[in-house]
């Protein structure tokens, strides 16, 4: 099931700060994309907060079974729903298709269901993006006592010192999903990433890095809680599959030296 909405016209990413404010060129230049998957009555605030900003706001419903459709009725959304789970990566890159139908859209937000997001941040990130010509823009949390565990605190500064040394740039969060994506690098994604799990966010961040596009961090809400059933990330398995995804994109994208 697909709900479309007629988009507007084209803008010129690189030059709207010049025309016009970048709040006021984000509701119809930006789309966003959620992957979802059984996040119950979570997803619909994260849902109408986007709204408020946007024209564009693209749901992906990855074979859930909490009754979906009935939590977004009266919103003005785009809506694509898989029969069965396939895995974030697929929704998202769903999500990015969808996107890259629409008239005018110039980059594509990416943020999780369950709340860990909060949509009210967009804008600012938006003006950032825009400001430093981003291709790629992470929202960054901080891994501290007083917002994660230690466990999946040490387990985020491993993964981030480990992505540093592997592809030459260290930033300050590689597992967020939180993230603003140009046009130019949604068209690489599509062409050249592999869709999965949760792996498919770091390939796309190789990619970006290895590929010479425009990489950067901004800092976000670190929005923690434990035990959150509405969050399908296995610590073993998606760890160990985001690791040899590192590892693969790594060499894949790798530039020929000059």
Do not use: W
């Amino acid at each position: 099931m697909v709900h479309h909405r007629k988009g507007k016209g084209k803008l010129d990413m690189a030059d709207s700060l010049d025309t016009e404010s970048p709040r006021a060129t984000m509701r119809s230049a930006l789309a966003a994309v959620v992957p979802c998957y059984n996040a119950g009555g979570r997803v619909r605030p994260v849902l109408e907060r986007l709204a408020a900003f946007l024209d564009h706001v693209i749901v992906v419903d990855d074979g859930g079974t909490d009754g979906l459709p009935a939590r977004l009725e009266g919103l003005q959304l785009q809506v694509a729903t898989f029969a069965q789970n396939r895995g974030k990566g697929h929704a998202l890159l769903e999500g990015f298709r969808l996107a890259r139908a629409i008239p005018g859209v110039e980059a594509v937000a990416t943020l999780d269901s369950d709340g860990q997001h909060d949509p009210r941040e967009l804008p600012s990130l938006y003006e950032m993006f825009l400001r430093e010509r981003a291709d790629l823009l992470i929202g960054s949390r901080t891994f501290d006592e007083r917002h994660v565990p230690l466990r999946s605190r040490l387990g985020n500064k491993f993964t981030i010192a480990m992505t540093g040394l592997i592809i030459g740039r260290r930033l300050p969060d590689t597992q967020s999903g939180y993230r603003i994506h140009s046009i130019r690098l949604v068209d690489r994604i599509l062409d050249d990433v592999t869709p999965g799990r949760y792996e498919t966010e770091m390939e796309i961040l190789v990619l970006a890095v290895k590929q010479g596009f425009a990489t950067i961090a901004a800092p976000i809400q670190t929005i923690y809680e434990p035990g959150n059933t509405s969050s399908h990330f296995d610590a073993l398995r998606d760890s160990a599959r985001i690791c040899k995804t590192l590892l693969r994109a790594s060499m894949r994208f790798q530039r020929p030296s000059t």
